[in-house]
């Protein structure tokens, strides 16, 4: 079976849309054809994603219980009640909490703040935390970023007679709490127009109502930017409000009036830089989060309430030094990890990969288990073991439900909670290996093997003329990127290499110079220096990359950032071994001369773009049957089935020389036709020139009725030719690998094919490759002239005494039959060509 390491996945849309958008907004069809991809088709709809203006905001008295809070929360502020923000360890929790704090102290109220501690109270509500705020004096308790599953932690409150009104975003069960007032837009009975708000999203929401109900202004410059660096930290959709959100908030970040945003900004070194999600995702967001892993997210929101800039900046640097902590922590916690995996597990076959270690910081295991998902594309479960509990955090792919799979796992749980690509749990460790053999049956159910396959997703293909500083500038309309409005990628295919450099302290960055179509393009893949040693000068690729604007030296230019390379099966390719072994191993079942014979369900296509039509009969048939034999044809087409996602290798095989018949559709190299069921196919198609006569009398009988269809094209002879020259040895070449044997001076040697093709070639004029020399060895070995091992990559040869009588090679079997494919291509072409050409 042949694998793919990769896909990629072009979205396709309708191009009528797509004209609509482009020429009722005045932008391009790429732009027109982006929208599309993310969703937008309405016109009005478009226009707002173009232009997020705050004032398309939805009205905050849409939320369900906006009322009743908004009516208790200024009945405290009238009558100076203790008002108390409890909120969460993560950057959702801690901007969520600085809001509401900074608005609620600008209308003359001193409010205080609980965040839980991750390390001894863990995430949400707790009855201790009710009772330190009850023997605190409070009276109103306003929960941010959670509260809507804390069912006995609310009646708890009630009972000591606090009142308490929740705001959260997180997914609601049936039932909510008994609280004051409930704010969050996915509560079943609520019909706000927008789901997808973070925590800190609805605490803007109520701060929207207040200032409505008090008739105060909100200092937008200190809040919309803190208000946007938790929308984006907490990796929710980049649509709707929260696009709005966060294009407003990055708009005046940079002046914002807010003491610990400027600090932050300056301790980053982001001072002078355009912000933009990516910064607040990689950047400024880890830096508050560290806090919260490590039991100190109260410096988070000091640093947004502080009241003074040298305050604020003491704050950022110990959040910056916090975050450098937690960066070797988790480095080594990764490594640790890695290890066991490497060490310990069969990735091939392990589908979750579930992991455990002593005293794992549990604060950073999260990231962890996501950049080991990220490495294998596997779902993994990484968990910290402290004594008998164990505490772990879940991350996965998005072929697999994680949060439905821990669910049928529930009985090994002291409790979970999650979703679908994300959970957390909590066990006893003897529980750890039982959950380890569940959750990868259940997997082996779910997932097929093309899941574990990355797709990479392409906006579009784009050609030489779509690239331009036109093109960039009305792409970044498009900003900010995010969840559900990715950066978009495109796909540049056949791109010729000009030039390759590694860049960086350590080397690790490729740059390259690419040219299509006569003009040339500047590239840089990040971490991706390890190609340097896969490619060169004038090789031929396929790019993925987004499109960026380089300025150096007050010059602007296009870069193109490579995200991957597509390097299996592009044109320049040289014939791998899965290929010469499977042709090898067809040449070992034909060694005779076969005639053609009439052959009536004959169809003959010329003139057909042949790889497209397969392609289509691949993705929209079933019992479809693609036979193969050459190689760069197999190459044309295989970069083309890995340009379709996994949408046609799930449904077809892609095998050597004969079929396992466990999916609809197959593609078969290199077939030996005597050993193939063709009963179950409908439609047999053989792509380019067999090197055998494919109309024999045999195969005429295994296909019975049905039609054989050959596409056929003048360039296959050269391509069958170009086949058989690389892998056929001459009998000159054959004189010469003996007579090298035979100057060894031993009886027995031991030669790897590898060091002995080298020696061979530089010490004499051949151009041998392994096919030929393999075999070259197979035809001595007929010859009686040597036998023959071959284990290891190596080949144990023993000569054998040198005939007395001549030996007459070209009458050999093997070679016979090699050198009678090479001078039947062109008969072969003729003949199959004589048939009635049926034009398509």
Known sequence: ?????????????????????????????????????????????????????????????LLKDMDEAVTRICEAVDKKENIWIYGDYDVDGVTSTSILMIFLKKIGIEPKYYIPDRMTEGYGLNKNAIDYINDEGGQLIITVDCGITSFEVVEHCNQKGIDIIITDHHQCIESIPDALAV????????????????????????????????????????????????????????????????????????????????A????????????????????????????????????GVELFIADSIETAYTLAKKLDAENVKRQKIEQEILKS????????????????????????????????????????????????????????????????????????????????????????????????????????????????????????????????????LATVEELDMLKPFGVDNPSPLFLLKNAKIKSINCIGKEKNHLKLFVEKNGVEFDCIGFRLGEYSEKLNPNDTIDIVASLEINEYMSKKKVQLNIKEIMLAFSNNSKIDKKYSDSLLNSFSYNTNVSDHTSFNNLKIHKNIDRVHYIIEKLKNDDGIMVLINNFYILQELLSEVQLEGRSIIKKTEISYNFSMQNKSNCIIINPILQNIDFRQYKDIYLLGLSFDNITSPSFVDLLGERFLNIFLDSKDIDLNTKVVDDIVPTLGDLRAVYKSFLNKNSDILRINIEKYISFLNNNSFLKLNEMKLRLAIEILNDCNLLDFK???????????????????????????????????????????????????
């Open 1 to 61: 079976m042949m694998k793919f390491d990769k896909v990629v996945k072009i979205i396709n849309n309708d191009n009528t849309e797509k004209e609509y958008l482009s020429k009722s907004l005045g932008i391009s069809m790429l732009t027109s054809k982006i929208l599309l991809n993310r969703g937008i088709n309405q016109l009005e709809e478009a226009e707002v994603f173009l232009n997020p203006a705050l004032s398309k905001l939805y009205d905050p008295f």
């Open 183 to 262: 704010i969050n837009p996915n509560r079943n009975d609520c019909k706000y127009p927008f789901k997808k708000l973070a925590g800190v999203g609805v605490a803007f929401k109520l701060i929207q109502a207040l200032s409505k109900s008090l008739d105060t202004e909100i200092n937008y410059n200190e809040i919309l930017p803190i208000v946007a660096i938790g929308t984006v930290a907490d990796v929710v959709s980049l649509t709707g409000e929260n696009r709005i959100i966060v294009k407003n908030g990055l708009d005046i970040i940079n002046s914002s009036s807010n003491f610990g945003v400027k």
């Open 264 to 299: 932050l900004i300056e301790v980053t070194g982001l001072k002078e830089k355009q912000i933009t999600s990516g910064h607040i995702g990689f950047v400024l967001g880890p830096r508050i989060n560290a806090g919260g892993r490590i039991g100190l997210a109260k410096y």
């Open 337 to 468: 990890a890695i290890k066991t995996i490497e060490n310990n597990y069969d990735t091939e076959k392990e589908r979750v990969l579930v992991v455990s270690g002593e005293d794992w910081h549990h604060g950073v295991i999260g990231i962890v288990s996501s950049r080991i998902t990220e490495k294998y594309y596997r779902p993994s479960i990484v968990i910290s073991i402290e004594e008998n509990e164990a505490r772990g955090s879940a991350r996965s792919i998005s072929s697999f439900d994680m949060y439905e799979s821990l669910s049928k796992c529930k009985d090994l749980f002291i409790k979970f909670g999650g979703h679908k690509q994300a959970a957390g749990l909590s066990l006893y460790k003897e529980n750890i290996c039982y959950l380890r053999n569940k959750i990868n049956a259940i997997a082996d159910e779910v997932l097929s093997e093309e899941d574990l396959i990355p797709q990479i997703v392409v906006d579009s293909e784009i050609n030489s003329f779509d690239i331009s």
């Open 790 to 840: 071959f284990k290891n990559e190596d080949y144990y040869i023993k000569l054998n005494n040198k005939p007395k009588n001549k030996i007459d090679i070209e009458n050999v079997q093997k070679f016979k039959y090699l050198n009678y494919l090479k001078n039947n291509i062109l008969n072969n072409y003729n003949y199959i060509n004589s048939y009635i050409e049926e034009e398509d």
